[in-house]
């Protein structure tokens, strides 16, 4: 791709061979994970301009005056194929309609192509439309009102109503502030991160998950025990910038517009070291921490194994931290915590000083066990349902038996996720005799097998497994 003087051709020769063309540009991402990093070509846009001759195509839209070599052209970064003019266009479309040329237009934007070295073309990535498509989707986002997202989300987190409100409240004033004109230094000053904290299992991480799926935001979820400070054994902190990258889908603009989950956040916590001292690890995390929270620049690897760096500006990600800081309560309650409570607890006082906002997630009680378990998408008799219908079987269960998969999760005090433990346990058995004899009901009941609960015999298993059984 050159600059081109257009002077030398005449305006019949330009309008003689006016027309449209797909620009594509190289880019590099994951397209097979196997695979690893690879180049690829995606439509950048459709340009009007005219062709000089078989080899070369001058914009009049895209970049004026630019040549663009025409073909596959793979030394190119950027280059024009599929040129059609007006006459030609005219006898596939009729009468020139310029609304057909953009529905066309928008069928193709987003299509990627690798150039196959057997075939010696391209080959479409069918899987690699999510480019271009989280734009689109983004759009329709925007005109959702923040009740209907809240009825959404509710639809699947059960028994946490204020807590949804006050983190889908952030992260939709978050994405408003980062949509907005201002400048990145405002946006970083205006946006929030988040504390999430409170028992295991009572619907931390998948909160965040449904608020960034109907926000189509990209999110990731990163266990912070895996990491270390920059400089000894261990994840460093850039590495989760690269994450988010690849679950963009390589597009950095979209990565930093998204959602970091910080996992695992008490662990460290200096008070939190069962003795073992502080080491380089925790409290070096907590500061490399600092730059992301603070809205700076951040040098990371597109891939684990590039040695080339690409600058995320930090200034739009909304971070947020969750664990159980199960330490810090008082009264054995979460009530009454303040920021305080978490600098004495092991955070550091400028990492506390960075989230605006703590959320404290309710105790499950017994009420809140049967909800979810009758009333979110993610219950695991909700969702056994759909595979059934989806196979063709009735599904079917007594009363009693919803009693006794509470009382067995509250039992293993691992939270909402006991209840998908214990109901997998008691329909796993099922489960074969269902698909080899092809039944087309199933009926579930209380288990009887040698008057055990299920979470008695899980105990016996361990206890068996202990001494060599």
Not at 323 to 334: Q, R, V
Not at 413 to 434: E, H, N, P
Not at 446 to 455: A, D, H
Request: charged residues 30%; hydrophobic residues 35%; proline residues 1%.
């Amino acid at each position: 791709m050159n600059t081109c003087l257009m002077n030398g051709f005449s305006l019949d020769e330009i309008v003689n061979n006016l027309g449209l063309t797909y620009i594509y540009k190289s880019k590099r991402g994951i397209i097979n994970k196997r695979k690893g990093v690879q180049s690829y070509y995606e439509v950048k846009c459709v340009d009007l301009g005219f062709k000089v001759d078989n080899n070369t195509y001058i914009s009049l839209i895209h970049d004026v005056g630019t040549c663009f070599d025409m073909g596959n052209s793979f030394d190119s970064e950027e280059f024009a194929i599929d040129f059609k003019t007006f006459s030609e266009l005219k006898k596939k479309y009729g009468v020139y309609e310029p609304q057909k040329f953009l529905d066309e237009y928008k069928k193709q934007v987003g299509k990627c192509y690798v150039w196959n070295f057997e075939k010696k073309n391209f080959d479409e990535i069918k899987n690699r439309d999510f480019l271009t498509r989280h734009k689109e989707e983004n759009d329709r986002s925007n005109n959702l009102d923040i009740l209907d997202m809240y009825d959404v989300v509710r639809q699947t987190i059960v028994a946490q109503d204020d807590q949804v409100k006050q983190i889908l409240a952030s992260v939709y004033k978050n994405q408003k502030i980062i949509n907005s004109s201002l400048n990145d230094e405002t946006i970083s000053k205006l946006k929030e991160n988040i504390i999430v904290y409170g028992p295991t299992g009572t619907g931390k991480t998948e909160i965040l998950k449904q608020i960034a799926k109907i926000c189509n935001v990209p999110i990731v979820i990163e266990d912070v025990t895996a990491f270390s400070e920059t400089g000894y054994v261990g994840r460093n902190v850039s590495e989760m910038i690269t994450d988010l990258y690849s679950a963009a889908g390589m597009d950095l603009s979209f990565a930093e517009n998204g959602i970091l989950v910080i996992d695992e956040f008490d662990k460290l916590a200096e008070g939190n070291m069962d003795g073992n001292g502080d080491g380089p690890s925790r409290s070096g995390v907590q500061r490399s921490l600092l730059k992301l929270l603070d809205g700076g620049t951040i040098s990371f690897k597109e891939d684990y194994e590039s040695e080339d760096l690409i600058d995320f500006n930090s200034s739009k990600l909304t971070v947020v931290a969750l664990g159980a800081f199960s330490g810090i309560k008082k009264n054995d309650d979460y009530f009454d915590v303040t920021t305080k409570d978490f600098i004495d607890y092991g955070i550091m006082r400028e990492v506390m000083g960075r989230f605006s906002k703590l959320v404290s997630m309710n105790e499950l009680s017994r009420d809140g066990y049967r909800k979810i378990l009758l009333e979110s998408n993610l219950s695991p008799i909700n969702t056994y349902q759909k595979l059934f219908e989806e196979l063709g079987i009735k599904f079917t269960y007594d009363d009693e038996l919803i009693d006794y998969i509470i009382d067995e999760a509250i039992a293993l005090d691992c939270g909402a996720r006991s209840l998908k433990t214990v109901f997998d346990g008691i329909i796993s058995d099922s489960l074969f005799d269902i698909f080899a004899d092809g039944k087309k009901e199933v009926h579930l009941g209380v288990p009887k097998e040698n008057g055990k609960s299920y979470v008695a015999k899980k105990r016996a298993a361990a206890k068996r497994k202990k001494v060599g059984f």
